[in-house]
């Protein structure tokens, strides 16, 4: 195997209470804002939630996350139409009708943000957690955090020192995930081994018992589905 080209990426879920220097944080949202972005508009906000009671609400209107309780930095990263449209109203230009559109590009906008955030912090030493639980009380956000129209959380992200050194967790064979100019359609042999390759990234031993309880009809992603979609809906991403 080649050397890595970057610090090794794993995710941190206990961090020490130590908090991030004020020029280390400055350092990596830096990095961050040069994340590449679509027709140069960076359709993105980072929440940063620095008030203890505020995090804790957010987290239990969630289901409880621990880590994002006790992380000693914790960024609400959103997709931001809101910002743009503010900018077009400048010249008095009425804003495009592009809800989907423009949930696309801004989600892409905003993850690029959050990788490029979590990168630098992971190359300054922290430790690193996105988290996607925050969709389990998605509709509690807006309100909590004083979100306008236009701007949608999608994920958060806990930056800390980690107080915890997990092991690089496996990921799918390469061919599985690269394909060469049109899409390969992978056969039960080659997805039965990689699911039990897999199977160390989970508590339980089964890759695939974990892929059921998210994925399998009944589970935790149709759980999801209704508040998500509302809260689009509330935030002007949907026109249905
Ligand atoms: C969009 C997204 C959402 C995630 N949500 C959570 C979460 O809510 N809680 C958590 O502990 N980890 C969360 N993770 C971290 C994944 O569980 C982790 O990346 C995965 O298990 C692989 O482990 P590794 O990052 O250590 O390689 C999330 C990762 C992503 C990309």
């Known amino acids: 195997m080649s050397a890595p080209l970057l610090a090794p990426h794993r995710s941190v879920r206990r961090f020490k209470p130590d908090p991030v220097p004020q020029e280390v944080l400055l350092a990596i949202l830096a990095e961050a804002q040069r994340a590449p972005t679509d ?3 960076q359709m993105y906000s980072l929440v940063r939630i620095t008030d203890r009671d505020l995090r804790l609400a957010i987290s239990q209107a969630c289901g409880g996350v621990p880590p994002m309780e006790s992380a000693p930095e914790f960024f609400l990263v959103c997709a931001d139409l809101y910002r743009l449209r503010a900018l077009l109203h400048l010249e008095g230009l009425p804003f495009g009708n592009f ?47 004083h979100l306008p129209p236009l701007v949608m959380p999608l994920f958060g ?3 800390g020192y980690p107080d915890e050194d997990p092991p690089l967790r ?19 042999e080659e997805l039965r081994p990689a699911a039990t390759f897999m199977n160390p990234i989970t508590r339980s031993g089964s890759w695939l018992s974990v892929l059921a309880r998210y994925f399998a009809a009944g589970g935790v992603m149709e759980e999801r589905e209704a508040g998500l979609y509302a809260t689009l809906q509330q935030q002007g991403f949907s026109t249905r």
């Open 39 to 41: 027709a140069t508009a």
């Open 170 to 188: 496996p990921r799918l064979p390469l061919s599985l995930v690269l394909h060469e100019n049109t899409y390969r359609i992978p056969d039960a």
């Open 157 to 159: 992200v806990c930056v």
């Open 99 to 145: 809800p989907h559109i423009g949930l696309h590009f801004a989600t892409v906008d905003a993850s690029l943000v959050a990788q490029r955030l979590m990168d630098a912090a992971e190359a300054a030493g922290l430790g690193v957690c996105p988290i996607g639980a925050i969709v389990n009380g998605i509709a509690a956000i807006p309100g909590l955090c």
